[in-house]
């Protein structure tokens, strides 16, 4: 999905504490048990997870995310796998005790296809934890600009109206050489949607999160669907 702007991404996203999402699997995830990192982009979760211990395998649909990645895990001192792949088409047949897809991953992508893929990979009791955008705050965020620089580039980003629960991110950089711009959308539902279509497919369901800005869920893949 992101092409020139990886190479920015980093910097951007400099002020989220990644820290949540590692302790979220700490505290769910044991150890012993393989992870698929469904949108794994630069690696700042499942690196983290890695040095942690974590058998993990991270997949993403940005060859540039993902090259940025695997620098990254050479300057850590680790090494997993990593692999491009678009969690809405099929996820191939390995299984994993555990599916990962943090950062509102499932906003922008068909999420009864991703649901189903994951199941797809999981084996029996597996676990599934993702977050997505609250539905309000999603919707408050219309309308919000905002523009920043650093020392290699600046940039604007504005977030405008898509239709109910859908936002379109405008983003525009600029570099001593360059400028461009890239567009992505973004689409999230009230979290009785989700839990609905994830018992559909065999899930059980437990809201783990639900503040004014993410929702968390951890689902587990039912052995007797």
């Known amino acids: 999905m992101y092409n020139n702007f990886s190479y920015y991404y980093d910097l951007m996203m400099d002020s989220v504490d990644y820290d949540i999402f590692v302790d979220i699997v700490k505290k769910h995830v044991s150890k012993n048990k393989t992870i698929l990192d469904c949108g794994c982009g630069t690696g700042n979760v499942s690196i983290p997870l890695k040095k942690l211990g974590y058998d993990i395998v991270g997949i993403d649909n940005s060859t540039d995310m993902l090259t940025i990645c695997m620098d990254k895990q050479i300057d850590c001192g680790v090494s997993f796998p990593i692999y491009d792949n678009n969690i809405e088409e099929d996820l191939g047949s390995n299984l994993f005790d555990c599916c990962?897809?943090?950062?509102?991953?499932?906003?922008?992508?068909?999420?009864?296809?991703?649901?189903?893929?994951?199941?797809?990979?999981?084996?029996?009791?597996?676990?599934?934890?993702?977050?997505?955008?609250?539905?309000?705050?999603?919707?408050?965020?219309?309308?919000?600009?905002?523009?920043?620089?650093?020392?290699?580039?600046?940039?604007?980003?504005?977030?405008?109206?898509?239709?109910?629960?859908?936002?379109?991110?405008?983003?525009?950089?600029?570099?001593?050489?360059?400028?461009?711009?890239?567009?992505?959308?973004?689409?999230t539902f009230k979290k009785e949607v989700y839990i609905e279509e994830l018992k559909k497919l065999g899930f059980s369901v437990e809201v783990l999160v639900d503040d004014d800005i993410k929702v968390f869920f951890k689902c587990i893949k039912n052995s007797d669907k």
């Open 100 to 187: 990962i897809s943090f950062l509102d991953v499932i906003n922008y992508v068909d999420y009864k296809k991703a649901f189903k893929n994951i199941y797809n990979v999981l084996k029996d009791n597996g676990i599934f934890i993702f977050d997505v955008n609250n539905f309000d705050y999603q919707e408050s965020m219309k309308g919000y600009v905002e523009e920043d620089s650093f020392d290699l580039f600046s940039y604007t980003w504005k977030i405008i109206d898509n239709g109910v629960g859908s936002i379109k991110h405008d983003l525009t950089i600029k570099t001593k050489d360059n400028s461009f711009n890239e567009i992505h959308y973004q689409t």
